[in-house]
């Protein structure tokens, strides 16, 4: 195995999220053939398939996964996912964090290194998805849902904590390739754990970049909306988001919120994004070498060549310039 995949990038040198278990978020997508996510994130992400095929490559190597199948992407880990050309999955995926979620996931039987796993029946999923919708409509709810958003994750993770086990390719029910043999299904990588169980940390010391966190203006702010758009910017900046999603979440429309944010701030939610966004690229391009596109879809920009004019606007100059003037990271060989 090539000892690069064992690296870690991790987006944050403290946990960042001091809460024992929180939902990020959660939603469900119907892929289009061939499509393609490439990256890292500070959290940890969940996703079940509905339908379909697609592949997952993470430290454990390349898997071909189908109906039935979950995979698991781990704070600070590369993973790429892709979905088939001819018969794209549909998956649901959960995104959490917290100080106590490596534990959760040990007791769970998920492990601390991004894996795949499977269902051991074909009559678990309903249920499963079931409580996935549950778990959205509770996270819809904002803020003042949260613990009952963190009691619908753990029925999820109670479902699957029941459900989980290696499903034979031949097990009647589940749809699979025949290509899918019992190899890519229920692997765990068996390397050590980023930390250990119930460790805040999300991996390994070294190769580190620290995100921008909560400003200290943010922090000390006493305006609870100015709080909650730097909290909401800082779980969901590496994923596609709106400002009405964000405004929605805290319970305001998203004119009020604007002028909220813009009086306290002396800029709007859509800047502070953009800001978060990029700055944490700078300094993953200054302390990983991973790639451009790794990195622009790490921080929530799914076109690279938009993230570059991006970039270059905010700092008047490329992403190019800034690998150029500085000592070349160990080499970590992209994932096939």
């Known amino acids: 195995m090539d000892e690069s995949r064992n690296r870690s990038h991790s987006l944050s040198a403290d946990p960042v999220d001091e809460s024992a278990l929180s939902v990020y978020y959660a939603g469900s997508e119907e892929c289009a053939p061939g499509h393609l996510w490439g990256g890292v994130r500070d959290h940890y992400l969940l996703h ?7 592949t997952f490559a993470g430290p454990g190597g390349e898997h071909m996964l189908g109906r039935g199948d979950l995979f698991l992407a ?6 790429r996912y ?3 050309e001819r018969r794209p999955w549909t998956y649901h995926w959960i995104g959490f964090g917290g100080v106590a979620a490596g534990d959760v996931l040990k007791r769970v039987s998920l492990p601390h290194r991004s894996a795949v796993s499977s269902l051991r029946s074909p009559q678990m999923l309903r249920p499963l998805l079931e409580a996935h919708e549950r778990l959205k409509a509770e996270l819809r709810g904002g803020e003042e849902r949260h613990f009952a958003t963190v009691a619908a994750l753990y029925a999820v993770l109670q479902l699957l904590a029941e459900g989980l086990g290696g499903v034979p390719p031949s097990e009647p029910g ?11 299904v229920g692997v765990e990588s068996t390397r050590g754990e980023p930390g250990g169980a119930g ?9 580190r970049v620290a995100v921008n966190d909560v400003p200290m203006h943010a922090r000390t702010t006493t305006n609870r909306y100015l709080r909650a758009t730097f909290e909401y910017i800082r779980k969901n900046f590496s994923r596609p988001m709106t400002i009405e999603e964000m405004a929605g979440h805290i319970g305001v429309s998203r004119k009020h919120l604007s002028a909220v944010v813009r009086r306290e701030s002396g800029r709007t939610p859509r800047k502070l994004l953009a800001e978060f966004r990029l700055s944490t690229a700078e300094r993953m391009l200054a302390e990983t070498d991973l790639n451009v596109g790794d990195i622009a879809r790490s921080c929530g920009y799914s076109d ?6 991006r970039f270059r606007n905010m700092f008047g100059y490329p992403p190019s310039a800034i690998r150029g003037r500085r000592p070349r990271a160990a080499s970590h060989r992209p994932i096939e």
């Open 48 to 54: 079940v398939i509905e339908t379909g095929f697609g």
């Open 74 to 79: 781990c704070p600070g880990e590369l993973v």
């Open 82 to 84: 892709r979905a088939d």
């Open 174 to 184: 589940f749809d699979r390739p025949e290509s899918a043999g019992p190899e890519f």
């Open 199 to 207: 460790s805040d940390s999300t991996g390994p010391t070294s190769d």
């Open 304 to 309: 690279p060549l938009l993230f570059s004019r």
